[in-house]
């Protein structure tokens, strides 16, 4: 008897530390849950503080992207060239603005050379860019063929094209870069429109049936330049 008595109390003593074990525990798990919440509040909070710090610090080396023209020091033509951008985001990094040329088109016969150009891009990069030198260039012109305003450059869409001396259209940024100032001396503006059916008619004639058609309707619509020149049917014999 004194020994189930015994048992009985060991049991009543061990659930009672249990329960209050459990106690304590539910006490504690939403603390430790509001704490591991604000944990992630503040490492979200780093990690964004440390991105915004990467792009300010990055940012001046995005006017610098994409191919440029200059005039090269040595020759004193048109050269393209391309800056080192990921070194130059490593220095702005630092703190530090080294600007180095990353590709050239006198590369590599000239690779050694002082890098001359580099005061160019410099002191004004966006009028040295080539996306901005043939946008300027297309502003205010008409297409050849259509006489519709060339629409302004996107990335997101075609772009108008060229027609050379010997009248052939070509996309200008099929061209070499450093022959660019003397293509548009040159060339005349197409639009794309225009361009693609240029180039189907040179590639493909078999393909197109040429119909030349001329205002000349009674309220000045388009008809077909033969048709006033058709013959009139014979009167039948008698």
């Not at 001329?214 to 077909?224: M, T």
């Amino acid at each position: 008897m004194a020994i189930t008595e015994l048992r009985l109390r060991r049991q009543e003593t061990f659930d009672e530390e249990e329960h209050r074990s459990c106690a304590f525990s539910a006490i504690l798990r939403p603390r430790k849950e509001v704490v591991m919440m604000w944990l992630v509040y503040v490492l979200f909070g780093l990690l964004a503080l440390v991105t915004a710090y990467l792009i300010y610090r990055a940012r001046p080396v995005a006017r610098f992207r994409g191919t440029m023209l200059v005039t090269c020091p040595e020759t004193r033509e048109p050269a393209a060239v391309k800056i080192a951008s990921w070194r130059a985001t490593v220095e702005a990094l630092r703190g530090r603005r080294r600007l180095e040329l990353g590709e050239c088109s006198r590369w590599p016969e000239r690779r050694d050379c002082e890098q001359g150009c580099l005061c160019e891009i410099e002191a004004d990069p966006e009028s040295h860019r080539v996306w901005s030198i043939v946008s300027r260039w297309y502003e205010g012109k008409k297409c050849v063929y259509c006489r519709k305003p060339i629409q302004p450059l996107s990335h997101y869409d075609r772009g108008p094209a060229l027609m050379n001396v010997g009248r052939r259209t070509v996309d200008w940024d099929d061209l070499a870069p450093e022959k660019l100032p003397e293509a548009l001396s040159a060339c005349l503006p197409v639009c794309w429109n225009c361009h693609i059916i240029e180039t189907l008619i040179r590639e493909h004639p078999e393909r197109v049936t040429f119909r030349p058609w001329e205002r000349s309707g009674p309220i000045g619509e388009y008809v077909p330049k033969n048709l006033h020149e058709r013959t009139p049917t014979s009167k039948p014999v008698a």
